[in-house]
């Protein structure tokens, strides 16, 4: 961003401003991978797991960023899955491979990651990352330093991944007219192959490093959707450069119901300002609603996961991903050229999304957002309020917008303005009079128990107790009788007779010849 751009950033966006200064001025990265400290973990001092963390961070820097956060050896292991997956992807891409070759690749590409020494050199010379797999050794050898468990969900991931990719490139290569999805339904199906796979690896992966609880690994309609949401707003953000590049992932099934014979046909009514210009937008229109169709799900995702680092790692991009639809809806320049936030707007979001309940207000205010540019004459403007308005129920469920927690205080607060805080209120008052009468009901009960007994209860005196005290007379007769006869003893000596008793003898302990003595 250059110096221009950051005064018009300041006057016409204020607080991406102060986001961004922010960001620049305090933000440090919570680990660093190079470090020696961290070798354990990152595996940086070997040599072929360095170079993987460059291709990490030159495939994308900012997707680097946020693996290089991660917790302990999580960040080695999605570092290494990310790279897998992208020499995949590479290889599918390439449109300079005939399908001869590329098939035999990529429905064997799983074996190769336990193939030492595997490279592949054959990509076409301008393809982005050619390089990794031509040096795709160092990825292999570091496959084989990885925990058994994690080695094997990303095999088995990669092995499930390729074979959707082969089926769509050998159709694409063998179709005898231009290759389009026709369907929502493939089009869901070619999501779930490249991004919903995805998702359920990464689950799977934070539980086999127990970052996350085990049962998270079990969660594929949630995982699923996280991935749909992500694939689908590229897909739709990309729509001119993809066109210009001759790949079509826009179902038919949607821009063919508003008239159109071809994708490019769509950019032509935009750049030609043609009447059916306005068919165009409601076809984008439709393409944002399949996509806002999955933000329930992530939301639902996101508060299941418990670890910090995680939560950033999947957080930051679903938040990316409502934010660029927003920018993306009824916006003419999707049929011209790329389209992407603004920089300041993404690094605010970067900072915001810490936890699940400001994640869920974005969601809300970008889906708010989006309702309001929508026009009441587009055919998908009822189902696009409903999708804005199940997003907004969930938010209000989980978190509702006018109860406050203040953390000095430990308190919670309501927000009178609200008619809702009356319903509380009132649902307290009368929670506080159910307790009150069942108190006085209860006391009431208690002072008549007392009065009047119960003729359900045995009232005589057990016989145990009739023994008991029996027994302890007896033994106070019989210790009493002990102490008289030791004072006896003690007083008149061993020959004490009970005639004795009356006597003046006391302090006449010594008897000579029968007599009794005086002292």
Same mark, same amino acid.
């Given at each position: 961003?250059? &110096?221009?751009?950051?005064?018009?950033?300041?006057?016409?966006?204020?607080?991406?401003?102060?986001?961004?200064?922010?960001?620049?001025?305090?933000?440090?990265?919570?680990?660093?991978?190079?470090?020696?400290?961290?070798?354990?973990?990152?595996?940086?001092?070997?040599?072929?797991?360095?170079?993987?963390?460059?291709?990490?961070? &030159?495939?994308?820097?900012?997707?680097?960023?946020?693996?290089?956060?991660?917790?302990?050896?999580?960040?080695?292991?999605? *570092?290494?899955?990310?790279?897998?997956?992208?020499?995949?992807?590479?290889? $599918?891409?390439?449109?300079?491979?005939?399908? $001869?070759?590329?098939?035999?690749? !990529?429905?064997?590409?799983?074996?190769?990651?336990?193939?030492?020494?595997?490279?592949?050199? #054959?990509?076409?010379? %301008?393809?982005?990352?050619?390089?990794?797999?031509?040096?795709?050794?160092?990825?292999?050898?570091?496959?084989?330093?990885?925990?058994?468990?994690?080695?094997?969900? +990303?095999?088995? +991931?990669?092995? &499930?991944?390729?074979? #959707?990719?082969?089926?769509?490139?050998?159709?694409?290569?063998?179709?005898?007219?231009?290759?389009?999805?026709?369907?929502?339904?493939?089009?869901?199906?070619?999501?779930?192959?490249?991004?919903?796979?995805?998702?359920? #690896?990464?689950?799977?992966?934070?539980?086999?490093?127990?970052?996350?609880?085990?049962?998270?690994?079990?969660?594929?309609?949630?995982?699923?959707?996280?991935?749909?949401?992500?694939?689908?707003?590229?897909?739709?953000?990309?729509?001119?450069?993809?066109?210009?590049?001759?790949?079509?992932?826009?179902?038919?099934?949607?821009?063919?119901? %508003?008239?159109? &014979?071809?994708?490019?046909?769509? *950019?032509?009514?935009?750049?030609?300002?043609?009447?059916?210009?306005?068919?165009?937008?409601?076809?984008?229109?439709?393409?944002?609603l399949n996509a806002l169709s999955h933000c329930v799900d992530a939301l639902d995702y996101l508060v299941l996961l418990k670890n910090q680092s995680v939560f950033n790692f999947c957080a930051i991009p679903a938040v990316m991903a409502i934010a660029t639809l927003e920018v993306c809806f009824m916006n003419r320049d999707i049929f011209l050229k790329n389209v992407k936030i603004r920089k300041g707007e993404a690094v605010k979001l970067i900072m915001q999304a810490t936890n699940p309940m400001t994640v869920?207000?974005?969601?809300?205010?970008?889906?708010?957002?989006?309702?309001?540019?929508?026009?009441?004459?587009?055919?998908?403007?009822?189902?696009?309020?409903?999708?804005?308005?199940?997003?907004?129920?969930?938010?209000?469920?989980?978190?509702?917008?006018?109860?406050?927690?203040?953390?000095?205080?430990?308190?919670?607060? %309501?927000?009178?303005?609200?008619?809702?805080?009356?319903? +509380?209120?009132?649902?307290?008052?009368?929670?506080?009079?159910?307790?009150?009468?069942?108190?006085?009901?209860?006391?009431?009960?208690?002072?008549?128990?007392?009065?009047?007994?119960?003729?359900?209860?045995?009232?005589?005196?057990?016989?145990?107790?009739?023994?008991?005290? !029996?027994?302890?007379?007896?033994?106070?007769?019989?210790?009493?009788?002990?102490?008289?006869?030791?004072?006896?003893?003690?007083? %008149?000596?061993?020959?004490?007779?009970?005639?004795?008793?009356?006597?003046?003898?006391?302090?006449?302990?010594?008897?000579?010849? #029968?007599?009794?003595?005086?002292?």
């Amino acid at each position: 961003m250059g &110096k221009l751009q950051q005064l018009q950033l300041l006057f016409t966006h204020p607080t991406e401003f102060v986001a961004l200064a922010q960001y620049w001025l305090y933000h440090e990265p919570k680990r660093d991978i190079t470090s020696p400290q961290e070798f354990k973990t990152s595996g940086y001092d070997r040599e072929s797991m360095k170079r993987c963390w460059f291709f990490l961070e &030159k495939t994308s820097r900012s997707f680097a960023a946020v693996i290089k956060e991660l917790d302990g050896d999580l960040a080695r292991v999605i *570092c290494l899955f990310y790279l897998v997956l992208r020499g995949l992807d590479t290889i $599918e891409d390439d449109m300079t491979l005939s399908d $001869e070759i590329k098939q035999p690749i !990529l429905r064997t590409f799983h074996q190769k990651l336990s193939l030492e020494g595997w490279t592949f050199d #054959g990509c076409g010379p %301008y393809e982005k990352d050619r390089q990794l797999l031509v040096e795709f050794d160092n990825v292999i050898t570091e496959m084989g330093h990885l925990d058994p468990l994690c080695r094997e969900v +990303i095999t088995d +991931i990669t092995h &499930k991944m390729e074979t #959707g990719m082969a089926d769509f490139a050998h159709r694409a290569a063998t179709s005898k007219t231009i290759p389009y999805l026709s369907t929502i339904t493939e089009y869901d199906l070619y999501c779930h192959y490249v991004a919903g796979l995805v998702g359920e #690896g990464l689950s799977r992966l934070f539980a086999a490093t127990e970052k996350e609880r085990p049962w998270i690994a079990d969660q594929l309609v949630l995982s699923n959707s996280m991935g749909l949401l992500l694939q689908k707003t590229n897909i739709l953000r990309d729509f001119r450069e993809d066109v210009d590049e001759r790949r079509y992932f826009w179902p038919q099934e949607i821009w063919g119901s %508003y008239g159109f &014979k071809r994708p490019e046909d769509l *950019c032509l009514a935009v750049e030609k300002q043609t009447v059916d210009e306005q068919k165009a937008m409601w076809a984008l229109s439709h393409m944002t609603l399949n996509a806002l169709s999955h933000c329930v799900d992530a939301l639902d995702y996101l508060v299941l996961l418990k670890n910090q680092s995680v939560f950033n790692f999947c957080a930051i991009p679903a938040v990316m991903a409502i934010a660029t639809l927003e920018v993306c809806f009824m916006n003419r320049d999707i049929f011209l050229k790329n389209v992407k936030i603004r920089k300041g707007e993404a690094v605010k979001l970067i900072m915001q999304a810490t936890n699940p309940m400001t994640v869920a207000y974005r969601f809300r205010d970008y889906a708010r957002a989006i309702h309001r540019k929508a026009s009441p004459s587009d055919p998908n403007f009822l189902a696009l309020a409903v999708m804005c308005g199940k997003i907004e129920a969930w938010v209000e469920h989980h978190y509702p917008t006018f109860v406050t927690f203040t953390k000095e205080s430990k308190t919670i607060e %309501y927000n009178t303005e609200d008619p809702r805080s009356l319903i +509380i209120k009132r649902d307290h008052e009368l929670e506080k009079e159910k307790v009150r009468r069942e108190r006085g009901a209860n006391l009431q009960k208690g002072e008549l128990e007392r009065l009047v007994p119960d003729r359900h209860v045995d009232q005589s005196i057990p016989w145990q107790l009739y023994v008991f005290v !029996l027994g302890a007379f007896a033994f106070l007769l019989v210790f009493t009788g002990m102490v008289v006869l030791v004072s006896l003893w003690y007083f %008149y000596g061993d020959d004490w007779t009970w005639k004795d008793l009356g006597t003046q003898s006391i302090g006449l302990g010594i008897q000579r010849d #029968g007599n009794v003595v005086r002292q």
